[in-house]
């Protein structure tokens, strides 16, 4: 079956210091890869995604996530946290079937806290 | 450009009551999204429209849960009638099409049915 998973359910960092929050996918094909961030009380935002090339991909507000297929990872990173950062934060994947059809897949989040 | 709209944005209702969700997508965009999101969860599609047909409502609880898209642009996602365990976040999203697109998240409806 398909799915993403983020291992860890809550994480907390220092102002900063470095962040990377965890995604592993499992699907039948390479998949179409996202990271979305939300706020309390909002959508979610698109920080990045990935379709093919490339394996660093560069998104909004100093994140970037790289992807791996050895590892059916896509993790997401930013060298230096800052308090607006403290958000739920979801990998998600996308594959067509053999009829054309895509569904967008979540994990079940990350929750980031800032510690000034 | 303005983004997904959502109403309304916090509901409260009590059980066995009908509620409605409305949302109008970004303008332009064909494919249109309902999904749940339970407490603590990532967002679980209930349907996907392309333009006004209903492509994907596998998800979508059938016994109590409609939705519709008439002219292919706003969309309405009806409960009728609420069970306690319909407690969620009602998000809507579009995207231009589907597959690989980016899709764009309105704020959601807040539901607490008691």
């Known amino acids: 079956a398909q799915s993403v998973t983020q291992p860890d359910i809550h994480i907390t960092v220092s102002e900063g210091a470095s962040l990377e929050l965890r995604c592993n996918y499992s699907?039948?094909?390479?998949?179409?890869l996202f990271w979305y961030v939300q706020s309390p009380g909002q959508g979610l935002q698109l920080l990045l995604k990935?379709?093919?090339?490339?394996?660093l991909v560069q998104g909004i507000k100093g994140f970037e996530a790289e992807f791996k297929r050895s590892q059916s990872s896509f993790n997401l990173r930013k060298p230096s946290v800052h308090w607006s950062d403290a958000a739920e934060y979801f990998c998600a994947g996308e594959v067509g079937s053999g009829a054309g059809s895509y569904q967008l897949t979540f994990g079940k989040g990350t929750k980031l806290s800032v510690i000034p | 450009e303005a983004g997904v709209v959502q109403s309304p944005r916090y509901k409260i209702i009590e059980k066995k009551q009908p509620v409605a969700f409305w949302c109008n997508p970004i303008?332009?965009?064909?494919?249109l999204y309902w999904y749940r999101q339970n407490l603590g969860q990532g967002p679980e599609l209930l349907i996907r429209?392309?333009?006004?047909?209903?492509?994907?409502d596998s998800q979508l609880p059938k016994d109590r849960f409609s939705a519709e898209r008439l002219k292919g642009v706003d969309s309405t996602l009806k409960i009728q009638p609420a069970e306690l365990g319909d407690s969620a976040v009602y998000l809507c999203?579009?995207?231009?099409?589907?597959?690989?697109?980016?899709?764009?998240f309105g704020p959601g409806t807040r539901l607490l049915v008691l």
């Open positions: 699907y039948g094909a390479t998949p179409y």
């Open positions: 303008s332009g965009h064909n494919t």
């Open positions: 990935y379709f093919s090339g490339d394996t």
């Open positions: 429209y392309e333009n006004e047909e209903a492509v994907d």
């Open positions: 999203a579009s995207s231009y099409q589907r597959g690989g697109e980016t899709q764009y």
